[in-house]
């Protein structure tokens, strides 16, 4: 495998991509096998949380953290 050669698992992916920009990443996403996928905020997306848990991939939303006062 060289740097540019995608990876065949992943433990974990973090989706940093808006919903709208995600669509053509579904297969690429799903066919790495990941164990969860993080949805940082503002990337939430039903369809893709849908197709992850019918593979049983855990599903993570992230909270935001708020400042201290």
Same mark, same amino acid.
């Given at each position: 495998?060289?740097?540019?050669?995608?990876?065949?698992? @992943?433990?974990?992916?973090?989706?940093? =991509?808006n919903?709208?920009?995600?669509?053509?990443?579904?297969d690429y996403?799903?066919? =790495?096998?990941?164990?969860?996928?993080i949805?940082?905020?503002?990337t939430?997306?039903?369809? =893709?949380i849908?197709? @992850?848990?019918q /593979?049983n991939?855990?599903?993570?939303? /992230? @909270?935001?953290?708020l400042p201290c006062?």
């Amino acid at each position: 495998m060289t740097p540019l050669d995608p990876p065949e698992h @992943a433990d974990t992916i973090s989706v940093f =991509l808006n919903p709208d920009r995600q669509k053509n990443y579904y297969d690429y996403i799903l066919n =790495l096998h990941p164990k969860r996928i993080i949805f940082n905020p503002g990337t939430e997306n039903p369809e =893709l949380i849908e197709l @992850a848990t019918q /593979r049983n991939i855990q599903i993570i939303i /992230r @909270a935001v953290p708020l400042p201290c006062s």
